[in-house]
């Protein structure tokens, strides 16, 4: 399965989930993006799945090897959102679902 519709399996799983919608067409930081109450909690960049987590968990999945920190092609990657690799044995649904509890207060 490629990563797009890994992607896409995500999207129909996490759907079902409260307040969750749907990524919009468009560009952006916000394209491709699955949002909680209008805030964005997981992604697809690049061909990787990109979430929103706390600063202290992303440092522990860099540190164990299972992606880098995100960056936007600033120049800096940003604390709380990490790159998952594609080789990580972590499942994108538990993943997505860490970053939906913290960014929807859940």
């Known amino acids: 399965m490629t990563p797009q519709e890994r992607f ?7 759907l079902g989930a409260e307040g969750v ?4 067409p468009g560009r952006g930081f916000g394209s491709h993006a699955l949002r909680v109450d209008n ?9 990787h799945l990109v979430l929103k987590l706390p600063r202290p968990r992303v440092d522990a999945l860099v540190d164990e090897g299972h992606g ?9 990657p940003m604390k709380e959102w990490f790159t998952l690799d594609t080789e990580s044995s972590y499942q994108w649904e538990a993943l997505a679902r ?4 913290f960014v929807g207060g859940r």
């Open 21 to 24: 919608t749907p990524p919009t």
């Open 68 to 76: 880098i920190r995100f960056d936007a092609n600033k120049g800096t």
């Open 39 to 47: 805030r964005i909690f997981a992604k697809f960049v690049r061909g």
């Open 8 to 14: 896409e399996d995500l999207i129909d799983e996490m």
């Open 98 to 101: 860490e970053a939906l509890a």
